[in-house]
């Protein structure tokens, strides 16, 4: 191909979009033109005066005025300077989850102390886990911190008293219990002697 033949197809293939627009005629009247709103069936609201929007409305969030005498003891929880406030938790089972499946693989590799941060935090986000509270009873055990390892065991039978480590739990129970008189008087050194 030639220059000049290159050319001419450039010039034909610009024109044949311009031909073909013009093919197409007038646009048809009836439809809106570019960023006009369309067409609606239903005529536009006409407000009344007796009518208000809702950014005019007030509403009432007053008690009402027996609520005091029908309610006594309602006061207090409204109040704001309860000392008594709650906190929300976050409620996160999958997160929990995860927790107990770190805590674990920390557990087998005896390293307890990280195990124990893993399913204390699995309980922060599932309360009364069943599976993170014997765990965590188990890795206080071999932490050799027996008080919190008893009231672990004592919460997951508390949870699921005929659960899986249910007897596993009463087993450490009655171990720890035979410990504890044990490990109080190895810390208080021995006994005085007597003349």
């Known amino acids: 191909m ?91 089972p999958h997160r929990a989850m995860k927790d107990v499946e770190v805590g674990d693989f920390y557990f087998k590799r005896h390293n307890y102390p990280a195990a124990v941060g893993r399913y204390r935090e699995a309980l922060l986000y599932k309360p009364n886990d069943a599976q993170a509270t014997y765990q965590l009873a188990a890795a206080l055990e071999k932490l050799g911190r027996p008080v919190e390892a008893q009231k672990n065991y004592q919460a997951y039978l508390k949870i699921l008293p005929h659960g899986p480590q249910a007897e596993a739990a009463r087993l450490a129970l009655d171990r720890l219990k035979v410990k504890a008189p044990d490990s109080a008087t190895s810390k208080a050194g021995p006994a005085p002697k007597s003349n």
């Open 2 to 92: 030639t220059m000049s033949s290159v050319r001419w197809a450039v010039l034909l293939l610009g024109l044949i979009p311009l031909l073909a627009s013009a093919q197409q005629g007038e646009p048809d009247q009836d439809l809106p033109g570019p960023n006009q709103p369309l067409p609606r069936s239903t005529p536009p609201h006409q407000s009344n005066d007796e009518e208000s929007s809702s950014r005019d409305t007030i509403i009432d969030l007053s008690p009402p005025a027996d609520d005091a005498k029908n309610h006594p003891d309602s006061s207090s929880a409204t109040d704001a300077n309860t000392s008594d406030v709650q906190d929300f938790h976050p409620w996160d």
